[in-house]
């Protein structure tokens, strides 16, 4: 890996340890524009988005989720979560609290289809997560 690399990959984790460890403050939003706009494809930058997804509610909760889906479902947290999945599963619950069931449903039954084996930071299996 050359320096620049390194560089990019070093500045990537920091940028993320900041909106984790300031999650729900204007710095960790104003952190995750820059690594949206700077590094749009790092994994990191997924899981910033779903961790910064989970915390609002309404629209916000929606378009933080529905954007972590689309354009970063394959990024996957260090410990072996799965960022779409997650952000479905996330996605789903919201549905359910808020009255759409049929949305939520949907969701539901997909990550039972396509991620069976996707699990949360505890590894406990979403899709059993889903019955409770």
């Known amino acids: 890996m050359g320096c620049s690399v390194r560089g990019r990959v070093d500045e990537i984790e920091r940028l993320y340890q900041i909106v984790g460890n300031e999650a729900g403050t204007p710095k960790a939003k ?12 790092a994994n990191r ?11 609002p509610s ?4 929606e378009a933080y ?13 260090g410990d072996g979560v799965q960022v779409g999945a997650y952000a479905r599963f996330y996605l789903a619950a919201h ?9 939520a449903k949907a969701l539901f039954d997909e990550i ?6 996707a699990v949360n930071h505890k590894g406990k299996l979403l899709a059993d997560l889903i019955a409770r």
Do not use: H, M, N, W
Not at 30 to 41: A, C, D, F, M, V
Not at 45 to 55: H, S
Not at 65 to 76: A, H, P, Q, S
């Open 30 to 41: 104003e952190t995750l524009e820059i690594l949206l706009e700077k590094y749009p494809k």
């Open 112 to 117: 039972r289809k396509d991620y069976p084996d």
């Open 58 to 61: 309404g629209r916000k909760k």
């Open 95 to 103: 549905y359910a609290k808020t009255g759409k069931r049929s949305e």
């Open 45 to 55: 930058t997924g899981c910033a988005l779903q961790y910064v997804g989970q915390a």
């Open 65 to 77: 989720l529905t954007r972590v889906i689309k354009d970063f479902g394959d990024c996957y947290y």
